[in-house]
């Protein structure tokens, strides 16, 4: 009898233990899921670039709905320059990024290759990337052309921020029917442009368009390297060139004592423009 007691005795004292050593367990258990935080979202990627751009003045664009215009703004646009310039557009964002370059210098050896519309679309085709920002500084002093493709007429632009009368803020514009892209236009003919483009204002002006935003590209829109000496002036601020040529007009001899003045400055590429090859679109 006294067997069979010590026997049940046992038996009730090992369920009790179990059962003790199950709660610990369960107690621990919870206390480490009170520990243990739910694994955090990481918060969307803010644009700092596209909330500054957001806030400055916007200015109606004529090549919205001119259906002449070869400024890819708005829509029914020619679907090969479409498709060329999401070429070039990703083609210099890879060298870009690789090179970590946020300034770049459009230029060609003579007048009337494209550069200047080269410049409009190669930054409305980048602005369409959503953790970029894009600033297109209109810098070929002696023959403007931007705003002309885009179809604005700023009353403000370099020469008030160079003369100290206005802000960098309310000189810059964003065109209708963009986002991500700011313009800085040139309102004025400047006789003296290489003294201009090599000043210490203009190199302060080009550093707070960089800002610290690492999404940030600054397209300046230079004149042709053969007819001034306004790009050399400005080598020192640009990261890289673009040069644009111009398919059966530009000889290759030009193009090559272009490229032999620039040998000493990184080159992005050559954009051979209004290109007749079926693979290539209007814009290579």
Known sequence: MSKTKDALDLARDLRQEIS???????????DMSLRRRPPQKKPPHKNLGQEWIANLHFLRTTATGDP???????????????????????RTLARMRQQDWHIIGVTSPVQGDGKSLTSVNLALSLAKEQTLSVVLAELDLRRSSVCQQLGVDP?????????????????????????????????????????????????DLIEQL??????????????????????????????????????????????????????????????????DEATSGYYY
């Open 155 to 203: 009353v403000r632009g370099l020469p008030d921020f160079l003369e100290g009368t206005a802000k960098l803020e309310s000189v810059l514009f964003r065109p209708e029917g963009t986002e991500r892209i700011a313009v800085l236009p040139n309102t004025e003919i400047y006789e003296n442009s290489s003294e201009t483009l090599s000043s210490p204002l203009v190199a």
């Open 210 to 275: 960089r800002g610290d935003d690492k999404g940030r590209i600054v397209i300046c829109d230079l004149p042709p390297y053969l007819v001034t000496d306004d790009v050399l002036a400005f080598t020192p601020l640009v990261d890289a060139f673009l040069i644009v040529v111009n398919e059966g007009s530009t000889p290759r001899d030009v193009l090559k004592k272009g490229l032999d003045i620039l040998r000493d400055m990184p080159i992005l590429g050559v954009v051979l423009n209004r290109s």
């Open 68 to 90: 002449e215009s070869r400024v890819l703004l708005g829509e029914g646009r020619d679907e090969r320059a479409v498709s060329a310039y999401k070429m070039l557009r990703t």
């Open 20 to 30: 003790d050593n199950d709660a610990l367990k369960g107690r621990k258990i919870q």
